[in-house]
């Protein structure tokens, strides 16, 4: 006897993602109502360590980084009109701020 096969719903949109997902990161949270909006520039602290970093998976990841004791955060985007590919929170933070505003991320709270 065969197991039946596997058809992609094509009204939902559901498929096989889950070979596409090493699933060893975690993936943020769908922004909540309320959620903070973060300010994105261009330009980093300068050469850094990534400390956590979100799945690549999805069209936005995100990575915690550590530059000389300050984090800041990055976003790594698939190219669209509207977002640079590459691009850094404004605000910087130490290690426990930092860490804080990681889990609004995580959570849906901020982006």
Do not use: K, N
Not at 46 to 60: E, N, W
């Amino acid at each position: 006897m065969t197991a039946p096969a596997v058809v992609p719903d094509a009204a939902t949109g559901e498929d096989d993602d889950e070979e596409d997902c090493p699933g060893v990161s975690p993936h943020p949270a769908v922004p909540r109502p309320g959620w903070t909006r973060l300010w994105w520039i261009e330009e980093s602290l300068g050469r850094g360590r990534v400390v956590a970093h979100t799945c690549a998976c999805q069209m936005t990841s995100y990575e915690l980084v550590c530059c000389g004791g300050v984090y800041q955060f990055c976003r790594r985007a698939l190219a669209r009109h509207d977002v640079p590919p590459v691009s850094w929170t404004a605000r910087r933070w130490w290690i426990e701020e930092a860490h804080e505003w990681w889990h609004r991320l995580l959570a849906g709270q901020s982006r």
